[in-house]
Nanobody, 125 residues
Framework: QVTLVESGGGLVQAGGSLRLSCLLS????????MGWFRQAPGKEREIVAA????????HYDDSVKDRFTIFRDNVKTTLYLLMNRLKPEDTAVYFC??????????????????WGQGTQVTVSS
């Protein structure tokens, strides 16, 4: 059984930083493409960043480019999201997700098979 457990969320002031972690178990971590998503109150879930396991292709939503960095540690089977210069509009529940697909298009637009429970990020102004 594949499980994803996020951690690292919390309350931070605007301009601050947080690092989210997502620990995966139950599958060969290095053979999964993974991504971070977020959902703010009253809004649809949106992709924040994603990484293709085959070619290292990474995707970022325009709203987080140059502020957020997605990276992974295959030994620790952990996905990370480093978030710098946080803004109040970054406030949301952040989810990590995994897919067996190695298509760049799927990584950005496709369905992810496995999801974590989410971690709350709140940025105060």
């Amino acid at each position: 059984q594949v499980t994803l457990v996020e951690s690292g969320g919390g309350l931070v002031q605007a301009g601050g930083s947080l690092r989210l972690s997502c620990l995966l178990s139950g599958h060969t971590f290095s053979r999964l493409s993974m991504g971070w998503f977020r959902q703010a109150p009253g809004k649809e879930r949106e992709i924040v960043a994603a990484m293709n396991w085959v070619n290292g292709f990474t995707h970022y939503d325009d709203s987080v480019k140059d502020r957020f960095t997605i990276f992974r540690d295959n030994v620790k089977t952990t996905l990370y999201l480093l978030m710098n210069r946080l803004k109040p509009e970054d406030t949301a529940v952040y989810f990590c997700a995994a897919t067996k697909s190695n298509s760049n298009s799927d990584v950005i637009f496709g369905e992810y098979e496995y999801w974590g429970q989410g971690t709350q990020v709140t940025v105060s102004s």
